[in-house]
């Protein structure tokens, strides 16, 4: 990059603006607490299938229980956690959005 004396160099800025990392945490802080808000088995199947990335298999042994179960019950939680973060007017969508915000 050729600098003129007296000039910056124009250099891209990478980093997320501020209104999205705003807007991603408040997305994240109503995910923790649309969580909270189910059920025990639902909260831990997603918490070991999503957050801890254990396989289907995994997280039915952990919870002792057959494969089949396991995914009924994750079905079962995400429709719930669907049901709860739209009455705080959050969809999937925002989900996604502010996941690829915090990978930035």
């Known amino acids: 990059m ?27 802080q ?7 808000d189910l059920p025990e088995r639902y ?8 957050l801890s990335e254990l396989t289907n298999s995994e997280a039915a042994e952990i ?19 669907r049901q709860v973060l739209q009455r705080g007017a959050f969809t999937a969508h925002d989900m996604l959005a502010a996941g690829e915000e915090r990978a930035a």
Not at 8 to 28: K, M
Not at 30 to 36: E, G, N, V
Not at 63 to 76: C, D, G, T, W
Request: one cysteine or more; aromatic letters at 2%.
């Open 2 to 28: 050729l600098v003129i004396p007296g000039e910056l160099p124009d250099v891209p800025d990478h980093a997320p603006l501020t209104d999205r990392v705003i807007e991603a945490n408040q997305v994240s």
């Open 43 to 50: 909260r831990a199947a997603l918490v070991l299938c999503y």
């Open 63 to 81: 919870l002792q229980i057959n494969l089949k179960a396991m995914e009924s019950l994750l079905i079962r939680a995400r429709r719930q956690l």
């Open 30 to 36: 109503a995910l923790l607490a649309a969580l909270a």
